[in-house]
């Protein structure tokens, strides 16, 4: 059986979108007692990221 199209660039951008998850929690986690600005940042950060992949336009993902 034979792969997917695409499926390289699709599983390297879920890569990407897994990484820039754990930069944005690992950046925030260490000020959550001390700077809620970095923490409110973070969390914004994550949820921009989380929206791209909700959205779900895998043809701009990979193009």
């Known amino acids: 059986m034979e792969a997917a199209p695409n499926t390289e660039a699709l599983d390297q951008q879920f890569k990407d979108f897994i ?3 754990k930069k944005a929690v690992g950046a925030g986690i260490p000020h959550l ?3 809620p ?3 409110d940042q973070a969390i914004a950060d994550c949820k921009e ?3 791209v ?3 779900g336009d895998v043809k701009q993902w990979i193009s």
């Open 33 to 35: 007692k001390d700077d």
């Open 37 to 39: 600005k970095v923490v």
């Open 49 to 51: 990221i989380l929206d």
């Open 53 to 55: 992949v909700i959205e």
């Open 19 to 21: 990484q820039g998850l």
